[in-house]
Protein backbone atom coordinates (compact mmCIF):
# COMPACT_ATOMS: atom_id res chain seq x y z
CA UNK A 1 0.00 0.00 0.00
CA UNK A 2 0.94 3.69 -0.32
CA UNK A 3 3.33 4.84 2.07
CA UNK A 4 5.15 8.40 2.89
CA UNK A 5 7.12 8.46 6.27
CA UNK A 6 8.81 11.17 7.59
CA UNK A 7 12.18 11.62 9.27
CA UNK A 8 14.25 14.58 10.46
CA UNK A 9 12.61 16.70 12.83
CA UNK A 10 13.71 18.04 15.79
CA UNK A 11 14.63 20.72 18.35
CA UNK A 12 17.10 23.78 16.34
CA UNK A 13 17.91 27.04 17.76
CA UNK A 14 16.84 30.00 15.82
CA UNK A 15 18.97 30.47 12.93
CA UNK A 16 19.36 26.83 12.46
CA UNK A 17 19.18 24.36 10.54
CA UNK A 18 17.18 20.68 9.49
CA UNK A 19 16.61 18.49 6.78
CA UNK A 20 12.88 16.21 6.71
CA UNK A 21 13.36 13.24 4.85
CA UNK A 22 10.29 11.77 3.18
CA UNK A 23 10.34 7.74 2.43
CA UNK A 24 8.21 6.89 0.25
CA UNK A 25 6.95 3.28 -0.55
CA UNK A 26 4.20 1.19 -2.34
CA UNK A 27 4.14 3.59 -5.60
CA UNK A 28 6.52 4.65 -8.38
CA UNK A 29 8.07 7.98 -7.17
CA UNK A 30 8.80 9.13 -10.80
CA UNK A 31 5.43 9.74 -11.65
CA UNK A 32 3.69 12.05 -8.99
CA UNK A 33 4.81 15.27 -7.75
CA UNK A 34 5.18 15.53 -3.96
CA UNK A 35 4.37 18.05 -1.55
CA UNK A 36 5.07 19.45 1.99
CA UNK A 37 2.99 20.94 4.72
CA UNK A 38 3.08 22.27 7.80
CA UNK A 39 0.73 22.57 10.88
CA UNK A 40 1.52 24.96 13.43
CA UNK A 41 -0.90 24.71 16.71
CA UNK A 42 -4.16 26.90 16.45
CA UNK A 43 -3.11 27.11 12.60
CA UNK A 44 -4.34 25.98 9.38
CA UNK A 45 -2.39 23.43 7.25
CA UNK A 46 -0.44 25.33 4.64
CA UNK A 47 1.74 24.04 1.66
CA UNK A 48 5.46 24.69 2.41
CA UNK A 49 6.94 23.10 -0.77
CA UNK A 50 6.25 20.80 -3.78
CA UNK A 51 8.53 19.27 -6.42
CA UNK A 52 6.39 17.89 -9.68
CA UNK A 53 7.90 14.28 -11.29
CA UNK A 54 7.33 16.25 -14.80
CA UNK A 55 10.43 18.16 -15.10
CA UNK A 56 11.52 18.58 -11.35
CA UNK A 57 9.95 22.19 -10.95
CA UNK A 58 9.91 23.34 -7.36
CA UNK A 59 7.72 25.75 -5.80
CA UNK A 60 8.07 27.58 -2.52
CA UNK A 61 5.74 29.69 0.20
CA UNK A 62 6.61 33.09 0.05
CA UNK A 63 7.41 32.58 3.89
CA UNK A 64 9.73 29.90 3.07
CA UNK A 65 11.83 30.91 -0.39
CA UNK A 66 15.27 31.04 -0.05
CA UNK A 67 15.65 29.22 3.24
CA UNK A 68 14.03 25.92 2.52
CA UNK A 69 15.05 23.84 -0.91
CA UNK A 70 12.83 20.68 -1.96
CA UNK A 71 14.74 17.81 -3.44
CA UNK A 72 13.77 14.10 -4.99
CA UNK A 73 15.80 10.71 -5.19
CA UNK A 74 13.38 9.12 -7.03
CA UNK A 75 15.72 5.74 -7.72
CA UNK A 76 16.08 5.94 -3.39
CA UNK A 77 12.21 6.85 -3.24
CA UNK A 78 13.00 9.77 -1.22
CA UNK A 79 11.99 13.33 -1.01
CA UNK A 80 14.18 15.92 0.89
CA UNK A 81 13.43 19.54 2.43
CA UNK A 82 16.72 21.28 3.58
CA UNK A 83 15.79 23.91 6.24
CA UNK A 84 17.66 26.86 6.68
CA UNK A 85 17.98 29.86 8.69
CA UNK A 86 15.14 28.50 10.76
CA UNK A 87 12.77 30.67 12.58
CA UNK A 88 10.61 30.18 15.74
CA UNK A 89 7.90 30.71 13.19
CA UNK A 90 8.95 27.76 10.93
CA UNK A 91 7.40 25.62 14.11
CA UNK A 92 4.76 23.12 13.10
CA UNK A 93 4.27 19.49 12.42
CA UNK A 94 5.58 18.90 8.65
CA UNK A 95 3.60 16.47 6.63
CA UNK A 96 5.12 15.02 3.32
CA UNK A 97 2.05 14.18 0.88
CA UNK A 98 1.82 12.53 -2.32
CA UNK A 99 -0.36 14.59 -5.21
CA UNK A 100 -2.74 12.70 -7.02
CA UNK A 101 -0.79 12.98 -10.72
CA UNK A 102 2.78 14.54 -12.03
CA UNK A 103 1.85 18.42 -11.34
CA UNK A 104 1.95 20.22 -7.69
CA UNK A 105 -1.77 21.66 -7.87
CA UNK A 106 -3.54 17.95 -7.92
CA UNK A 107 -5.20 17.14 -5.23
CA UNK A 108 -2.93 15.20 -2.91
CA UNK A 109 -4.20 11.79 -1.83
CA UNK A 110 -1.53 10.06 0.46
CA UNK A 111 -0.28 11.64 3.78
CA UNK A 112 2.42 11.08 5.47
CA UNK A 113 2.38 10.91 9.95
CA UNK A 114 4.11 14.19 10.15
CA UNK A 115 7.33 14.82 11.73
CA UNK A 116 7.81 17.61 14.71
CA UNK A 117 10.18 20.72 14.34
CA UNK A 118 10.80 23.15 16.92
CA UNK A 119 12.74 26.15 16.45
CA UNK A 120 13.52 27.78 20.16
CA UNK A 121 16.45 29.22 22.02
Known amino acids: QVQLVESGGGLVQPGGSLTLSCAAS????????IGWFRQAPGKEREGVSC????????YYADSVKGRFTISRDNAKNMIYLQMNSLKPEDTAVYYC??????????????WGQGTQVTVSS
Open 97 to 110: ARSGGVGCYVPYDY
Open 26 to 33: GFTLDYYA
Open 51 to 58: ISSSDGST
